[in-house]
């Protein structure tokens, strides 16, 4: 999936409710849930309680970062 397609899928859920799992090291899975505040050139903030986490598009592409809209 190239990053266009990934900014436009991310933009179609802003302001809406979606689960985060990332993959960390050691592959460690850490979900969030949250609200995608808006969309900039490489990252995009989610609300998560009260604390904005931002994440890549590319983190999207290589499959560290899932979004699951809730």
Do not use: W
Not at 7 to 17: F, Q, T
Not at 54 to 62: G, H
């Amino acid at each position: 999936m190239n990053l266009d397609k990934i900014k436009e899928e991310v933009a179609s859920l802003i302001n809406k409710e979606v689960m985060i799992n990332v993959t960390g090291s050691r592959n460690k899975n850490q979900m969030y849930k949250g609200v995608i505040n808006n969309v900039y050139s490489n990252i995009f903030p989610v609300l998560i309680e009260g604390t904005n986490k931002s994440f890549t598009y590319s983190d999207v592409a290589i499959g560290d970062v899932k979004i699951y809209h809730v």
